[in-house]
């Protein structure tokens, strides 16, 4: 369990860091809508949440104890139900089910490896 949830803690954050690029490279992919200054503004703010915090638990998972890394687990958890909140309000299938979706299943990992179910 220790092993799958590592593995889906950082595909969280790279999936997240992978769509904070793409909402600087090309907005359109990742919202509707013509791309504006407040846009760019938001996909400058969603970038410079997202890269510290993959570089954070990337770093995380190679040499630190677990215990900052279930910490980890939980808020990349948090961020992916949240981005699955905001695709809910954008009405695009593709950015709410892909986040809630990684959500729970790093709550369902988390919680397994917290209470030891294996």
């Not at 638990?57 to 990349?76: K, Y």
């Not at 892909?98 to 397994?112: M, S």
Request: with cysteine; proline share 5%.
């Amino acid at each position: 369990m220790l092993i799958a949830l590592y593995t889906i803690t950082i595909t969280d954050v790279l999936c997240a860091t992978f769509f904070a690029v793409v909402g600087l490279v090309r907005p359109t992919l990742v919202a509707p809508g013509p791309q504006t200054e407040s846009s760019r503004i938001f996909a400058l703010y969603t970038f410079a949440r997202t890269v510290p915090i993959a570089v954070t638990t990337i770093a995380v998972a190679v040499c630190a104890p677990l215990a900052v890394m279930l910490w980890l687990s939980g808020l990349s958890g948090l961020l992916q139900l949240l981005d699955g909140y905001v695709g809910t309000q954008l009405r695009n299938a593709r950015t709410t089910w892909g986040p809630i979706f990684l959500g729970v299943v790093q709550y369902a990992l988390l919680t397994a490896v917290v209470f030891g179910i294996s």
